[in-house]
């Protein structure tokens, strides 16, 4: 399969990066690269998406550079979950553009498992989808630049100054600190170190809610003052009360008494009338 990819990157910076194996193993998109240094930069497990199916693979990658605008990529890798595996093989030429650089890929593979079951369309097309996101992240890589090696630039610069690390220029010398060095400030609610309590023999004074908070725990339990309630501001505000069947019956017993009363009293005048 031929593939070719325009990015608007000169030639020389594509260069750098595919000399450096850890700079390539960042340009693989979707790549997690293993912890153990000994299989080499490019390698971990890569996750690939054909059509409605997702294989994960584990393996390994090599750059070999054939001239100064051909670079191979070796790989194989095997299913995690599964006893597939995969063998490619890509060849990149860099052809120089106005205001770019051309990308020629060629790859090749072979392949077993579960990736012999996918048609040759949707191979094809997932291999171009990452071909060109591969070629995202070298233009990003290329723009980006290699920190290692700026930093290995700076310090040789650094070195062969003879007017010192200290020295800014123009008569200034630059005053640099330790981070250990730096006097840390007491925490502003701390209250025996902001000073606003009076010294009572020569020590201070503790606030009025931890001597209380002293006394109640004197004579207790550990396990009696995990289970205590929270006291002061930070007390359970108490559910309000609610009326009973106690409460009502406590006036509907009078009331009926002094209604039947009631009623004996005018039936015996009502008697008397007639």
């Not at 006893?83 to 890509?90: I, P, Q, R, W, Y």
């Not at 006036?251 to 008697?271: C, E, F, H, Q, T």
């Amino acid at each position: 399969m031929e593939h070719q990819v325009f990015v608007p990157v000169p030639a020389d910076d594509l260069r750098a990066v595919l000399r450096d194996p850890a700079r390539v193993a960042r340009c693989v998109p979707g790549l997690q690269q293993d912890a153990d240094t000994e299989s080499g930069p490019v390698s971990g497990r890569l996750k690939v998406r054909v059509g409605g199916s997702t294989v994960t693979y584990r393996g390994a990658l090599a750059v070999i550079e054939r001239d100064p605008g051909h670079f191979t990529f070796e790989g194989e890798g095997t299913e995690v979950r599964g006893s597939g595996t995969v063998k490619f093989s890509v060849d990149l030429r860099l052809s120089p553009a106005e205001d770019g650089t051309r990308l020629d890929f060629t790859a090749g593979a072979t392949a077993d498992g579960r990736a012999a079951a996918f048609t040759p369309e949707a191979a094809a097309a997932a291999v171009q989808r990452l071909l060109d996101r591969a070629a995202d992240q070298l233009t990003a890589g290329s723009a980006l630049g290699d920190p290692v090696a700026e930093a290995e630039e700076a310090e040789e610069t650094g070195d062969s100054d003879d007017t010192g690390p200290g020295f800014v220029g123009d008569g200034v010398t630059e005053v640099t600190a330790s981070l250990f060095d730096t006097e840390v400030p007491p925490p502003s609610l701390d209250p025996f170190l902001a000073g606003g309590f009076e010294a009572l023999d020569g020590a201070p004074r503790p606030p009025a809610e931890a001597a209380h908070a002293r006394r109640t725990m004197i004579g207790r339990s550990a396990e009696e003052v995990d289970h205590a309630p929270p006291r002061g501001r930070y007390a359970p505000v108490p559910a309000p009360a609610t009326t009973t069947a106690g409460d009502s019956l406590r006036w509907i017993a009078p009331a009926a008494a002094l209604a039947l009363a009631s009623a004996v009293v005018i039936g015996r005048a009502l008697r008397r009338r007639r």
